[in-house]
C-alpha cells in the first residue's frame, strides 16, 4: 500500500525511526510494526528508541540550535516554502499512507496534508513579522522595547489521529521562530510521521542546514518521560490525552520549563428554536463521525431546544442510514475504521455505560464483522439519548459516539455544555443576534473555540487552536501562537550621558 513514490524516497518495508536531518539510524529498541486498522496487515517496521538514542539525538539538536538560530529569521522562512513546495509533491501519496495507516478518509487524509502546506505558507509569511514592541521610557535619553528570542529544542509529542498536520503546526513556526524540533510521534501511526522526516531531510540536505534542525525519534512512553524530564528542552508541547497531558505538564512544571499542551474535548453542539436545520445536520453528522470520532475536536453532545428536538432527532436517524463504511482508501466511503480494537472496545463499554446511567440507543452500536471489516476495528456510529448529562457523558470517548439530550432555553443549554472537565470546541445554531452573541460573550462558551452556524470541527490554521480547563489551555497553529516558541525580552537603552532611576530613585555616590 506505500505508494512507489514513497518508496523513491526511503521509505519502505522497514524504516529508520531515528532522525536528526540528513543522518538516519535504527533506534536499538524493541521492533515496532504498523499495523493497517483498515485491514489489519503489518505496512511496515522500524526499531524503538532507547534512551542512549535518544540523548544523541538531543545532543545533535542542542549543536544545531546554534547554527540555525543565528540565521535570518525570514532565510529560516525560506526554507519552510521550500518544505511546502515539496509537501505539494507528495500530497496524494503521503494523504494516501495517512488514511491507510490512521484509518481516516481519503478526503481527510489529503486534507491533513494540505494542512501542513498551509501551515508552511502561514510560517513563511511569520518569518518576516515576528514583532516585538517599543514603548515611552520614564527616564529622560533612555529607549525601551521588547524583542523575541528563539528558546532552543523544542520538544513535540503527537497522537495517531492527526500523524502529520499537528506536528506540523508546531515545528514550522518554531522553525521560523528559530528552534530545533525534536519530534516523538505517535506508535500507533510511525510511518507518516517517518515520510514526513525523509521529505525534510531532503530539503535541509540541500540547502546545507546542519543536523539536528529536524529531528525524528520513534519511542514508546519511556521517550516521552525522558523529554518531559529533560532541561535541554526549554519547551515540550504534547497533544493527546488528558491522562497523559498531566502527566507531561507536572514533569516540566517541576523543572520549571514550559510545556503547551492540546488535549481532551467534550464538544457540544446546541441547536437553537432558531437554527437553520438544514445547515445543523451536515454539521453535526461530519463533526460526530469525522475520523471516526477520533478527533479532539469531535462532536460528543447535542443539545436541542424542544420545539424542533424530534425534528432534529428524526432528521439525525436518516442521515446515520445514508452514512458508508468501509476502506476509508474509497472515496464513496464516509466512515473508516478505529485505530485498533482497544478503541473498538471503549466504544462498546461506553454505549453499555451510557444505556446503564439511563440512556436509550437511538441508532448504530454495532461493531461490524465480515468481509471488509476482518480487521476487527469497524463500528456504526451511534447516537445515544439521554435525559441527564451522566457521568459517561461528561467522559471523553475516543469514538463516534453523540450524545442526545434536550433543553428548554439557550440559558440551560449553555450550562449543559459548560458542564464538563474539558473545554476546547463548542458551536451554537442560530439565526437570532443576541443568542448568537450571548453564546460567545464572557457568560457564554467556556471553550478555546466557540462557533455560531458551523460545526466544532474543522478548525483553520489562521486562528489560534486549543482549549481551557482539562483541555491544557495551550494554543497552536495561527494567530500569534508563535510566542508560545519564544521568550520575550524587555531592552532598556541609555543614550544619555547621566544614570537617572526609575521611580525618582536618587543614589548618590
Not at 149 to 164: E, Q, T
Not at 371 to 397: D, F, L, N, R
Not at 438 to 462: K, P, R, W, Y
Not at 480 to 488: E, G, I, Q
Request: charged share 20%.
Amino acid at each position: 500500500m506505500i505508494s512507489s513514490s514513497l518508496i523513491a524516497l526511503g521509505l519502505g518495508e522497514k524504516n529508520n525511526g531515528i532522525s536528526t536531518g540528513s543522518i538516519h539510524w535504527q533506534g536499538k529498541g524493541a521492533l515496532l510494526d504498523s499495523i493497517s486498522p483498515v485491514d489489519g496487515k503489518t505496512i511496515g517496521s522500524t526499531q524503538l528508541a532507547t534512551e542512549e538514542d535518544y540523548n544523541k539525538v538531543i545532543k545533535t539538536a542542542v549543536e544545531a540550535y546554534k547554527v540555525w538560530s543565528a540565521m535570518p529569521a525570514p532565510k529560516r522562512g525560506e526554507i519552510v516554502r521550500l518544505i511546502g513546495d515539496e509537501l505539494r509533491k507528495y500530497k496524494e501519496d503521503l494523504g494516501r499512507l495517512v488514511s491507510y495507516e490512521m484509518g481516516k478518509s481519503l478526503q481527510e487524509g489529503w486534507g491533513e496534508v494540505q494542512e501542513m502546506i498551509d501551515i508552511c505558507d502561514f510560517a513563511v509569511g511569520l518569518s518576516r513579522q515576528l514583532y516585538g514592541l517599543t514603548m515611552h521610557s520614564e527616564r529622560p535619553s533612555h529607549r525601551m522595547y521588547e524583542q523575541y528570542h528563539p528558546l532552543g529544542v523544542v520538544g513535540i509529542i503527537s497522537a495517531f489521529n492527526f500523524p502529520v498536520a499537528v506536528w506540523s503546526w508546531n515545528t514550522m513556526l518554531a522553525w521560523v521562530c528559530g528552534n530545533t524540533c525534536v519530534w516523538k510521534p505517535s506508535e500507533k501511526a510511525p510511518l507518516s510521521a517517518i515520510a514526513c522526516q525523509l521529505i525534510v531531510s531532503r530539503v535541509f540536505a540541500a540547502n546545507n542546514i546542519p543536523e539536528g534542525v529536524s529531528c525524528l525519534v520513534v519511542g514508546d512512553a519511556v521517550v516521552g518521560q525522558l523529554m518531559s524530564n529533560d532541561p535541554r528542552l526549554p519547551l515540550v508541547s504534547a497533544t493527546g490525552s488528558t491522562r497523559m497531558g498531566k502527566s507531561v505538564g507536572t514533569a516540566v512544571a517541576q523543572r520549571l520549563g514550559r510545556s503547551l499542551l492540546e488535549l481532551g474535548g467534550n464538544n457540544a453542539i446546541i441547536v437553537s428554536k432558531a437554527a437553520d436545520l438544514d445547515l445543523v445536520i451536515p454539521a453535526v453528522v461530519f463533526g460526530a463521525v469525522g475520523t471516526g470520532g477520533q478527533r479532539c475536536t469531535t462532536t460528543r453532545r447535542l443539545i436541542v431546544h424542544t420545539d424542533c428536538y424530534d425534528e432534529v432527532k428524526t432528521r439525525l436517524v436518516k442521515a446515520y442510514g445514508q452514512l458508508k463504511i468501509g476502506n476509508p482508501l474509497l472515496k464513496e466511503n464516509h466512515v473508516g475504521p478505529l485505530i485498533d480494537t482497544h478503541a473498538v472496545h471503549a466504544f462498546s463499554n461506553a454505549i453499555l455505560q451510557a444505556q446503564a446511567e439511563g440512556g436509550s440507543l437511538l441508532t448504530g452500536g454495532d461493531v461490524l464483522g465480515g468481509t471488509g471489516y476482518e480487521s476487527g476495528c469497524y463500528v456504526k456510529p451511534a447516537i445515544i439519548v439521554m435525559k441527564t448529562q451522566s457521568h459517561v457523558v461528561k467522559e471523553e470517548t475516543f469514538a463516534p459516539i453523540l450524545y442526545l439530550m434536550k433543553c428548554d432555553s439557550l440559558d440551560q443549554a449553555i450550562a449543559f455544555q459548560n458542564d464538563v472537565p474539558q473545554g476546547l470546541s463548542s458551536s451554537l445554531f442560530t439565526l437570532n443576534l443576541r443568542e448568537a452573541e450571548q453564546f460567545l460573550s464572557a457568560a457564554g462558551s467556556d471553550c478555546g473555540i466557540a462557533n455560531i452556524n458551523i460545526g466544532t470541527s474543522g478548525a483553520e490554521i489562521g486562528g489560534a487552536f486549543g482549549g481551557e480547563k482539562e483541555t491544557g489551555g495551550g494554543r497552536e497553529s495561527g494567530s500569534d501562537s508563535w510566542k508560545a516558541y519564544m521568550r520575550r525580552q524587555t531592552n532598556t537603552i541609555n543614550y544619555g550621558s547621566t544614570m537617572p532611576l526609575a521611580q525618582g530613585i536618587r543614589f548618590e555616590i
